[in-house]
């Protein structure tokens, strides 16, 4: 699991309610998390502006660096979308 964040409070909170898993956390630069360094199963969480992942959702993929690496979007049950 990695943890991209600006502030080191939030990369600290991350980090701390995805604990027991095996927790990266690291401030968003364009090398601190190369998209060939990922593998099936990694989870990426970025809480950043500058980062600025795009979300290819018509290919199921995510990009940062401009190479896009597959990827499934998941977000928590309070930004589910409602039926209502």
Do not use: K
């Amino acid at each position: 699991m990695i943890v991209a964040a600006d502030a080191d409070y939030f990369r600290g909170r991350g980090a701390f309610h995805l604990y027991p898993h095996n927790v990266f956390s690291t401030r968003p630069q364009r090398d601190a998390c190369a998209p060939s360094s990922l593998r099936p199963g990694d989870y990426l969480s970025s809480i950043s502006a500058r980062w600025r992942i795009q979300i290819l959702r018509s290919s199921g993929a995510c990009s940062w660096t401009g190479e896009p690496v597959s990827a499934e979007l998941r977000l928590s049950p309070e930004l589910q979308p409602s039926d209502r």
